[in-house]
């Protein structure tokens, strides 16, 4: 069972049609050539859901191109709203650019389009030569800046031999890490790899991640195609997306408009019939599967947009659960509680990041104890292994972080 948020908290706010890239299979699906929202609309759709967002992540098209993208910074800002930016790293003025963030408390990172360790690769996707230097450049000059910057990365079929380079360039641009997302494009044979090289690419990711490299997956991949450490799509359960004239999506690969929030209110939406239609087209044999509650059931747009009954990529309910990361722990170590909670129906949301975990009213009182003053024996002591295990699985998610005693 997936429990649905009483209202979204993650958002992406995709401003602007216009794009300097052509990539192949771009999952964007609105008209390039309409003028997006003026200012004023942006702020007024800030306001509705300014009470909810936990986080913002501006996108497009190429969001720098939105013509009062500073502007709108500062509306931001003005509402204490934590964001990102997803960009491909083709800007006009570079200097302004990370002036302006650098000088935004709420601005909390890139995320810097690379589709390939060499030009040749990158550009094949992008379909633009030079973008490759561009992205490069960027990357570069934002993490000098002291900006963080996270990579992603389409897996595309002429950059499946340059994984472990990807991930060795972006650490010597200064990135956090590469985030490597499967490709959700149209059918194009050219582009799309095939599912036996996907599932070795799928495999060498979460080697180089076992590894310690920092490799990570972006977006879905089922589980009954590959076991990995992919994480299940949140559309319609805690994100969605506003496109540039205001229509609320359930994702960014999705042409589902569920309503749009300049006539709406966000409540009538999230509870409306075309999201719940939305949540309800998760395949039943999904729920019967023992990677379920990882997985979510793959990827919903993509069988939405294909008119598929699923995932393509899905092949059955799988019958053993995957099984636990493990990390080691000290009794010593004394947890501290690194997330924000909010109350649900169900108990309470943790929320850290782009990271979101229910928990139960009981799972919370564990939580509540993680305040840096006891350390793990006592946790044991008062809670049981139980208790011990929710910090350690709460830990790995980044959720909990520990001081040594």
């Known amino acids: 069972m997936i429990l649905t948020l009483s209202a979204p ?14 990539c192949r299979g771009c999952f964007n699906s609105f008209d390039r050539a309409r003028a997006p929202l003026p200012l004023a609309d942006w702020r007024a759709i800030l306001d509705c859901i300014a009470p909810h967002a936990h986080r ?21 800002q003005e509402r204490d709203l934590a964001f990102s930016i997803f960009t491909n790293g083709d800007w006009a003025d570079p200097a302004a650019l990370l002036r302006l963030l650098g000088d935004t408390p709420q601005f909390r990172g890139f995320l810097i389009s690379l589709h390939g360790a060499t ?61 490597f ?24 990711i979460d080697a180089l991640r076992a590894a310690g490299q920092p490799a990570r997956f972006g977006n879905c991949v089922p589980h009954c195609f590959v076991a990995s450490s992919a994480s299940g799509c949140l559309s319609g359960v805690a ?26 209110s966000l409540a009538d939406i999230w509870q409306g019939e075309a999201m719940n239609r939305w949540r309800a087209s998760i395949p039943p ?15 919903r747009a993509l069988a939405w947009e294909q008119g598929l009954p699923h995932d393509p990529l899905m092949t059955g309910p799988v019958m053993e659960p995957p099984a636990p990361e493990r990390i080691s722990l000290d009794p010593g170590w004394r947890p501290i509680k690194h997330c924000v909670a909010r109350p649900e129906s169900f108990g309470y949301v943790l929320m850290q990041g782009n990271r979101i975990v229910p928990v139960t009213a009981a799972q919370m009182t564990v939580l509540e104890a993680c305040d840096g003053q006891i350390d793990l024996a006592a946790i044991l002591q008062r809670f049981g292994a139980a208790g011990v295990d929710l910090v350690g699985a709460l830990a790995e998610k980044g959720l909990v972080q520990f001081e040594a005693s």
């Open 56 to 76: 913002i992540k501006l996108t497009g098209g190429e969001p720098t191109l939105y013509p009062d993208l500073p502007d709108l910074v500062a509306a931001l």
């Open 181 to 204: 997302n499967r490709y959700l494009g149209p059918p194009l044979a050219d582009v799309q790899p095939a599912d036996e090289a996907l599932r070795r690419a799928v495999t060498e």
């Open 285 to 299: 044999a999904c729920h019967t599967c023992a990677a379920f509650s990882q997985c979510h059931g793959g990827c």
């Open 239 to 264: 994100y969605c997306t506003i496109d540039p004239w205001g229509n609320l999506r359930p994702c960014n690969h999705a042409t589902l408009q569920c309503g749009n929030l300049l006539e709406q």
């Open 119 to 179: 030009p040749a690769a990158h550009e094949f996707y992008t379909q633009v030569p030079g973008s490759y230097q561009k992205a490069v450049s960027s990357i570069r000059a934002a993490a000098r800046a002291g900006l963080p910057v996270v990579v992603s990365t389409v897996l595309h079929r002429h950059n499946l031999d340059q994984l472990g380079a990807i991930v060795a360039l972006a650490g010597d641009l200064g990135a956090h890490h590469v985030a």
């Open 9 to 22: 908290v993650l958002y992406a706010l995709e401003l602007t049609p216009a794009c300097t890239n052509r």
